[in-house]
C-alpha cells in the first residue's frame, strides 16, 4: 500500500493536480470575451496587468484591503489557515526529503518548530473557519455539506499529519491515511472549489482588469481596494 | 396562459402598444397576468449556453460561501442583517439556481428572482469590492436581469421605460422636435440675463457635443438653460444633435440589451455625424454608464470607447474652474455645511472622485466641506439605484432603503447634499419627502451658475 501510495499513485495525483490547475487557469483566460463581459481586456495591455496585479497583491496582504480591515476576526482565521496550508505542504523537511528522494530536488525547508506552528494555525483555524459557518447566520444560509466537505478534505492531511508526527497509535496507519489524504487532495483540486487555488488569482485579476480598463482605471488615482 | 396581453416576452415595437400599456395605470392587469406567464426554459437555458461563460460560471463556482460580502450591502444592513440579503446568498439562491436547474424553474421561481433583482439589488457593485475573490454580484446581477427580461418577468416602468428608448430613443416620450424646442425656448427665456446666449443645434466640428437626460427636457427644462449659461461664460463652442441627444438608458436597467444597443448607438451616430473634439453629458449617473461605460460593448466597439472622447459633466466642470474658464465669486462661495453624495455608477465604477472632490474646493468656503461615511469608491449607493426608484410595486422596499442615506447624511452633519446624479437627486429628495430631515439637495448647475463671475463683456447692458 505504502509503495503504491509513494509510488504510482503520487505521480498520477500530482500530474492530475499539476495538469488540472493548467487547464483550468487557460480556460478561464480563454474564455474571456470582451464582448459577453464588457471589458476591453486586448486594447489596454499594460493597464489591465497593471490592474490585475493591483487586485491581485492587495488581496494577498492581511488587512491590506477595505474588506480585510473590515472583518479582522475573519482575516487572522483566513491567513492562519491559508498560510499554512500554503507553506507547510510545499516547504515541510520531511515532504522535501521526499522529494528528494524521488525527482532529486528538494525546495528550502522550514523549521520544524516553524512547521508544527503552521501546522497547528491550520487547524485551529479551520476550526474557527467552521465555527464561523455554524454561528454568523450571513454565513449559515451560505454554507452547504459541500462547503464542509471540502474543509474536511482540506484539513484531513493536517490532522493526519500531526497525528503521525506525534506518533499517537499506530505510525505506519497514520502516515498511510496521511499520504492518501493528501493525495485525494491533490485530484481533488482541479474539479471542486479547491480550483480556486488558481481560480482565485484568475478572477481576481479580471476584476482588476475591468476596473483598469473599463471603470476609471485610466483616471484619476485608481481603485482603492 | 403562456403570454399575455400587456405582459409577454416581446419587446414593445410601436407607439401603440406602448401607449397600451401605459394605459395599464400602475401596471395592474400587466402584473396580473405574469401570474399566468410560462417560462421558456428551452430558451432561457440556451440564452445561459450562449452567453455566460467563463468569468461568470467561475463567480458561481467559487463562491467560498464565506459571508464576506453582507457587510458591504446595504440592503442587508438596513434590513436588520437579514440573511437572505447576504449578496453571495441572493445571486446563488437566484442565478446559481437557474444554472443549477437547467432553466427548469416555474413561474413562482422567477417572480422570486425578479424581485430580488430590481428590489434586493441596486447594481451599485459595492460587494465587488469586498469579496475576497473579486466576484462583482452587482455585474452578475445585471446579467440576470436580462434573462428576467427575455421571460417578461420585468417590473411594468422598466418594460415601459425600454419600450421609450425603442420609439422615442428617450427614456420618456419626448420627441426629437420637443427637445430642441424646448432647449431653444429656455435659452430664449435668459437671454435677457445673458446677452448672446444661444444654443446651436447639429453644429459641425464644435468643440463640445452636450447630450441631456430627457427628465430635464420633460420636468427640469431650467437644466438645459443652466448648461447653456456655464458653456456661454466659460466661452466654449458647443453644440447639441437633434437626434441621439438622450444619454440615459432605462434599457440598461430593465436588461434590454437590444434596446441599449438602439440606444446608445443614436448618440454615437450623432457624434460620427457632428465630429465634436468631445462629448458631455449631463449631471447624471446612470446615462455616464450607460453610454461612456458600457454602450461601447453594446455597439460593438472594441476599444471600449465611444466615438469621441466623452467625459461626465462633473469632469468638464472641474476643468472650467481649473482652467479659469469659469471663476467663482469668492464672496458667493458655500458658506455652509455641505456634503457630496458620490454616485456608484461614475464614482465607484469610473473614477471620478478627485475630479468630483477639486470642484467641491472651488466652490465650497473652506472648513465647509464633509465627507459622508463611507465615501469616495466605497460609498453606499443613494438607495434609489438601478432603477428602484422608478418601480412603484417596490416603493416599500425602496423607502427602507433610502435610510441608509439618511443615516448617513444626518450622521454628517450637512445641512445640503450636492447631488450630480438624476438617480441619487431623486432618491435624496424622497427621503427628505418621506423622512424629513431638513436636508437642501442640489445639482451642480444651478449652484454655479449661481456664484459664477461673469465676464464683463458677457454682462447685460444697464
Known amino acids: 500500500m505504502y509503495k503504491f501510495l509513494t509510488g504510482p499513485m503520487f505521480w498520477l495525483s500530482l500530474c492530475i493536480c499539476l495538469i488540472g490547475m493548467i487547464v483550468r487557469f487557460v480556460l478561464y483566460f480563454k474564455g474571456l470575451s470582451w464582448q459577453l463581459d464588457r471589458v476591453a481586456y486586448k486594447a489596454y495591455p499594460v493597464q489591465g496587468f497593471k490592474g490585475a496585479m493591483n487586485s491581485i497583491l492587495k488581496w494577498l496582504i492581511p488587512f491590506g484591503t477595505y474588506g480585510w480591515r473590515k472583518q479582522p476576526f475573519m482575516t487572522v482565521i483566513f491567513f492562519g489557515f491559508h498560510t499554512g496550508a500554503i507553506l507547510v505542504p510545499l516547504f515541510l523537511p520531511a515532504h522535501n526529503l521526499f522529494l528528494k528522494e524521488k525527482i532529486g530536488i528538494s525546495l528550502i525547508t522550514l523549521n520544524p518548530v ?112 | 396562459m403562456p403570454e399575455g396581453k400587456y405582459c409577454n416576452k ?47 460560471k467561475t463567480w458561481l463556482e467559487i ?38 436547474r437547467k432553466g427548469k424553474v416555474d413561474n413562482e421561481f422567477m417572480h ?32 440576470l436581469r ?6 417578461g418577468f420585468v417590473p411594468w416602468e422598466l418594460k415601459i421605460g425600454a419600450g421609450m428608448h425603442r420609439i422615442y430613443r428617450a427614456q420618456m416620450d419626448v420627441t426629437n422636435e420637443e427637445f430642441v424646442e424646448t432647449f431653444k425656448w429656455m435659452v430664449e427665456e435668459y437671454e435677457e440675463d445673458y446677452p448672446g446666449l444661444e444654443v446651436s443645434v447639429d453644429k459641425e466640428g464644435a468643440d463640445i457635443l452636450y447630450t441631456v437626460n430627457a427628465r430635464e427636457v420633460k420636468h427640469y427644462p431650467e437644466d438645459l438653460a443652466e448648461a447653456a449659461i456655464l458653456f456661454h461664460l466659460a466661452g466654449e463652442n458647443w453644440t447639441v444633435p437633434s437626434s441621439g441627444w438622450e444619454q440615459t438608458s432605462l434599457s440598461m436597467f430593465a436588461g434590454d440589451w437590444a434596446a441599449c444597443k438602439m440606444q446608445v448607438e443614436s448618440v454615437y451616430s450623432a457624434m460620427e455625424r457632428l465630429k465634436p473634439k468631445r462629448m458631455v453629458g449631463t449631471e447624471c449617473g446612470h446615462a455616464h454608464r450607460a453610454t461612456v461605460i458600457e454602450g461601447p460593448y453594446w455597439a460593438g466597439r472594441s476599444n471600449g ?57 472651488y466652490i465650497v468656503e473652506p472648513g465647509y466641506f464633509i465627507e459622508m461615511t463611507p ?30 442615506k439618511r443615516d448617513q447624511l444626518i450622521n454628517s452633519g450637512a445641512e445640503l447634499v450636492i447631488s450630480p446624479c438624476h438617480n441619487c437627486w431623486d432618491a435624496i429628495r424622497d427621503l427628505e419627502d418621506e423622512y424629513k430631515i431638513g436636508i437642501k439637495w442640489s445639482f451642480l448647475k444651478p449652484l454655479l451658475v449661481s456664484m459664477v463671475e461673469i465676464p464683463e463683456h458677457l454682462k447685460p447692458k444697464e
Request: with cysteine; proline share 3%.
Open chain 2, 375 to 404: 465615501n469616495k469608491e466605497h460609498n453606499f449607493c443613494c438607495g434609489g439605484g438601478g432603477g428602484f426608484n422608478g418601480i412603484g410595486i417596490f416603493r416599500p422596499q425602496r423607502n427602507k432603503a433610502l435610510i441608509t
Open chain 1, 114 to 225: 516553524f512547521a508544527d506552528i503552521l501546522t497547528w494555525s491550520v487547524i485551529v483555524s479551520a476550526f474557527f473557519l467552521i465555527l464561523r459557518r455554524i454561528s454568523l447566520p450571513e454565513v449559515r444560509i451560505l454554507t452547504t455539506a459541500y462547503d464542509y466537505f471540502i474543509l474536511l478534505l482540506s484539513m484531513a492531511p493536517f490532522i493526519t499529519g500531526l497525528i503521525a508526527r506525534y506518533e499517537i497509535g499506530s505510525y505506519s496507519f497514520w502516515l498511510t491515511a496521511h499520504i492518501l489524504c493528501g493525495e485525494a487532495l491533490l485530484i481533488a483540486i482541479p474539479f471542486t472549489k479547491r480550483s480556486h487555488i488558481v481560480l482565485f488569482f484568475a478572477s481576481r485579476a479580471q476584476l482588476g482588469m475591468d476596473y483598469a480598463i473599463k471603470r476609471g482605471g485610466m483616471k484619476g488615482k485608481g481603485m482603492a481596494w
Open chain 2, 63 to 100: 463562491c467560498a460561501h464565506c459571508g464576506m460580502c453582507a457587510d458591504s450591502c446595504f440592503l442587508y444592513l438596513i434590513n436588520d442583517r437579514d440573511p437572505k440579503q447576504v449578496p453571495a446568498y441572493k445571486i446563488q439562491s437566484t442565478l446559481g439556481e437557474i444554472v443549477k
Open chain 2, 146 to 151: 436580462g434573462l428576467c427580461y427575455q421571460q
Open chain 2, 305 to 361: 470607447k465611444p466615438p469621441v472622447e466623452s467625459i461626465h459633466y462633473v469632469e468638464w466642470l472641474a476643468e472650467a474652474l481649473r482652467e479659469g474658464k469659469l471663476k467663482v465669486d469668492p464672496a458667493k462661495r458655500i458658506k455652509k455645511k455641505v456634503t457630496l453624495q458620490d454616485s456608484c455608477n461614475y464614482i465607484r465604477n469610473n473614477g471620478l472622485k478627485e475630479i468630483t472632490r477639486e470642484i467641491m474646493s
Open chain 2, 10 to 56: 416581446k419587446p414593445i415595437e410601436t407607439e401603440e402598444e406602448l401607449k397600451e400599456l401605459l394605459g395599464d395605470t400602475g401596471g395592474k392587469k400587466y402584473y396580473e397576468e405574469m401570474k399566468a406567464l410560462d417560462v421558456d426554459s428551452e430558451l432561457l437555458w440556451k440564452t445561459i449556453g450562449n452567453t455566460l461563460k467563463s468569468r461568470t
Open chain 2, 112 to 143: 422570486m428572482v425578479m424581485e430580488t433583482a430590481w428590489a434586493k439589488c441596486t447594481c451599485c457593485n459595492r460587494c465587488g469590492m469586498y469579496c475576497p475573490h473579486g466576484i462583482d454580484m452587482g455585474v452578475m446581477f445585471g446579467y
